[in-house]
């Protein structure tokens, strides 16, 4: 991987497909960085590294230690003058938004207003696609449609909701095409934030059977990372509009039980699980789940992994072993 300090005075090379990644030491942002690189694009990354970590980037990016939120970032993007952007930066761990609510409005919202400022100065730049998030839809029974009404819930939301509005004011502004991906639930390997899945299989790998976890009965439409990546490349390359809002899901829907239940399917274990006080969400919704016609319909994406297909993926990448319990040996 090579390394770049911000302030660097390198020639950048006038590369017709020049990528930027904000965030792209993250666990989404690795994997787009990889699908970029795989596809003959000239990759920069930035990250702050606060959850993500440079050990992710692949070889062939150039890697930026920064924060989107300075002077600094600014002419780290006028220098590098991308053709396309894809924005990642964000706080994205829901509990950790809610309990430092002004350290997520001031990243996730001041950092994107001020990624633009940058961009507006960039003359050949064609696209940007943001990760926004399906938080920024209010509760429901339905799968959503990028045309129903948007009330967030959590402080997450709200900033992805407002990054949203940042965008299409960009887009309106610029003649450059702009994408937010409401993104729903992701999973995969190299996840860095501690999650439903990461949880599960975190506690397995260190022995225990009976799991530790918080509300059980919501459903939530989980889509698997590198379909993700590949959903954020090919709007960052195929989509020429104005502004669009596009979701990014499966359009199925699995019950915390039910996620439980495929994992010891896959291990071949009986998995039992107990809730703890912790770990329960006083604020969380029953149903969150894509309606994708949209995506599909205008750039012709959908995903290839089942969600069971894509946890034994996740197994097979790290591996997992179930170890009996003390009292059981």
């Not at 029974?141 to 990028?146: F, G, K, Q, S, T």
């Not at 919704?285 to 894509?290: G, N, S, V």
Request: hydrophobic share 35%.
């Amino acid at each position: 991987m090579k390394e770049q300090s911000p302030d660097s005075n390198r020639d950048i090379d006038e590369e017709e497909h020049r990528v930027l990644v904000t965030g792209g030491a993250g666990f989404i942002g690795s994997h787009v960085a990889d699908v970029l690189v795989e596809s003959g694009c000239d990759v920069h990354v930035v990250d702050s590294c606060f959850t993500g970590t440079r050990d992710l980037v692949p070889n062939e990016a150039t890697f930026y230690e920064g924060d989107i939120r300075t002077e600094e970032f600014r002419r780290l993007v006028r220098a590098i003058s991308p053709r396309r952007i894809v924005h990642l930066a964000a706080l994205h761990y829901i509990p950790y938004c809610n309990e430092h609510p002004e350290e997520a409005f001031d990243v996730n919202v001041m950092g994107s207003r001020n990624l633009y400022r940058a961009a507006s100065d960039v003359d050949e730049l064609e696209s940007v696609v943001f990760a926004s998030s399906a938080a920024v839809y209010p509760p429901g029974d339905a799968p959503n449609r990028e045309e129903d009404e948007t009330a967030p819930i959590d402080i997450y939301g709200q900033t992805k909701l407002v990054g949203e509005d940042l965008l299409e004011l960009f887009a309106s502004e610029t003649d450059v095409s702009c994408a937010a991906a409401r993104l729903f639930n992701v999973f995969g390997d190299a996840e860095t934030n501690p999650h439903l899945i990461p949880a599960i299989l975190d506690q397995l790998r260190d022995g225990d059977r009976t799991l530790a976890l918080g509300n059980l009965t919501p459903r939530r439409d989980f889509v698997h990372v590198s379909d993700v990546a590949d959903a954020l490349v090919t709007l960052s390359a195929d989509f020429d509009e104005s502004y669009r809002t596009f979701n990014v899901g499966t359009g199925n829907e699995h019950s915390v039980r039910e996620v439980v239940g495929y994992v010891g399917g896959l291990v071949g274990e009986e998995i039992e699980i107990t809730q703890t006080e912790q770990r329960i969400r006083k604020t969380d919704r029953q149903h969150l789940c894509a309606n994708i016609s949209r995506i599909h319909a205008e750039i012709g994406w959908e995903p290839k992994l089942s969600f069971v297909e894509g946890l034994g993926d996740l197994i097979e990448r790290e591996p997992l072993t179930v170890e009996p319990s003390d009292a059981e040996q």
